[in-house]
């Protein structure tokens, strides 16, 4: 029954780790989002993928790259951890002309 | 360019209302607001396209003037429930649908 699923929910790790973050929908979308979500609460959108192709390409470190297999997955992979990215990260989806946005249980990410 | 919300937050007794503002200093084509409870995901609440066309919640109304390009999203008779951070989102044409989310309204609903 989950919409918009995320894994892991949480994540801890060291500095300098790589580490990724999966997310799938089973609404039947076409477009799916990575927002971050800083400890002052901004929500900040990272990319967006439509049909699998990138359209949304925030101002963001080359560390991270997202990677949409198909219309229902979509993954974050961050390279060489920084303290800065310690965040929650929500995934969302929605169909591409209507635009109401989805959002996945998101995963706290820690870096110590 | 980031949309301006107030207030910050906002402490109601239930039943009473609320109103929070959504400001923006580009041209819109829709706004979009969300909930979110402590430790969940945001969750939709509203859509207020160009037009006057408005999509939602039951419960809950907004306004979008699209001239001064303002939102606002009226809550009455609040209910314990309606406690979270309220988020609104702008879209501006030609943005590939991408919402820029306001800092947030915190509103506490106490009995």
């Known amino acids: 029954d989950t919409a918009v699923s995320q894994t892991p929910k949480y994540l801890v790790t060291q500095m300098g780790n790589d580490k990724s973050i999966k997310c799938e929908q089973n609404?039947?979308?076409?477009?799916m989002y990575w927002y971050k979500q800083d400890s002052k609460k901004f929500l900040k959108i990272m990319f967006s993928?439509?049909?699998?192709?990138?359209?949304i390409n925030e101002t963001v470190p080359n560390r991270f790259s997202p990677k949409s297999p198909d219309k229902a997955h979509l993954n974050l992979h961050i390279n060489s951890l920084e303290l800065g990215d310690s965040a929650v990260y929500f995934c969302?989806?929605?169909?591409?002309?209507?635009?109401?946005?989805?959002f996945g249980p998101g995963t706290r990410l820690t870096v110590l | 360019q980031q949309p301006v919300q107030s207030p910050q937050a906002v402490i109601l007794r239930e039943g009473e209302d609320a109103v929070i503002n959504c400001s923006s200093s580009k041209a819109l084509y829709s706004v979009h607001w969300y909930r979110q409870k402590h430790g969940e995901a945001p969750v939709f609440l509203m859509i207020l396209l160009k037009g006057g066309e408005q999509k939602g919640h039951e419960k809950i109304s907004a306004s979008f003037n699209e001239k001064k390009q303002q939102s606002s999203l009226y809550l009455t008779a609040s209910q314990l429930s309606y406690s979270g951070t309220y988020f609104c989102?702008?879209?501006?044409?030609?943005?590939?649908?991408?919402?820029?989310f306001g800092k947030g309204t915190l509103l506490t609903v106490n009995p």
């Open positions: 609404l039947g979308h076409d477009t």
């Open positions: 993928y439509n049909n699998k192709e990138l359209i």
């Open positions: 969302a989806s929605s169909h591409y002309q209507e635009n109401t946005q989805y």
């Open positions: 989102g702008t879209e501006i044409s030609g943005s590939n649908y991408k919402l820029t």
